[in-house]
């Protein structure tokens, strides 16, 4: 297993970065949280997990252990493969899931594309004593900034393209692009899908230029 990865960043992509570990560029797939952290040409440090397929190594990185150690458990429920556990932590955070997990939370876990109403439910089940109690307040926090503060997405997208290189200007022209597009998915799932918000931000980008 490879435990993590460090060394400087490469290169970066909306899911994807690359990490330069003795002399070999590792690409890594991460969250655009995770990617929004990183700068190119920066030393970095990521929590990795492998999954081996027959065809293929896809190496999943995370801001910190944790964040690794809750994508693997998610992993143990039925249904649910690397890419749904990763748009799971695309959306919500480890400490946000475990609160939608001990509350019964539906609709927290159905604002990840891919999962509807039963498979939520299937979820709240299967992943109920596996994930624990919140760790900290970080999971209570973002629940109530989704139901009351101002829309954290915002600035997720905002630092994700600045992270990619783009000027802060041109990130603010972006997500005022893609502003629309967000509000209609929070008023009807109740919160923003930050990976595809950033890939239409991508798109929007590359227009302009």
Not at 47 to 76: H, K, N
Not at 196 to 206: E, F, G, P, S, V
């Amino acid at each position: 297993m490879i435990a993590f990865v460090s060394g400087p960043v490469a290169a970066l992509a909306p899911t994807t970065a690359v990490v330069q570990v003795g002399g070999v560029g590792m690409a890594v797939h991460c969250t655009p949280a995770t990617i929004a952290g990183l700068r190119i040409g920066e030393d970095a440090r990521l929590a990795t997990s492998l999954v081996v397929r027959e065809d293929s190594l896809t190496l999943y990185g995370f801001a910190d252990d944790d964040e690794r150690q809750v994508f693997e458990l998610l992993q143990t429920a039925s249904g649910v493969g690397p890419r749904l556990a990763q748009a799971m932590l695309g959306v919500h955070s480890p400490d946000a899931l475990r609160l939608a997990v001990s509350t019964g939370d539906e609709k927290a876990l159905m604002a990840v594309p891919g999962i509807g109403k039963k498979g939520a439910q299937k979820l709240l089940l299967e992943l109920k004593d596996k994930l624990g109690s919140p760790l900290g307040s970080s999971g209570l926090v973002g629940a109530q900034r989704v139901a009351s503060g101002p829309a954290p997405w915002t600035e997720q997208l905002a630092a994700a393209l600045v992270g990619l290189g783009y000027a802060s200007r041109e990130a603010e022209e972006a997500v005022v692009a893609v502003a629309p597009q967000a509000e209609a998915a929070i008023a009807e799932t109740g919160t923003a899908p930050v990976p595809q918000l950033l890939r239409a931000a991508l798109r929007t980008l590359n227009r302009a230029r």
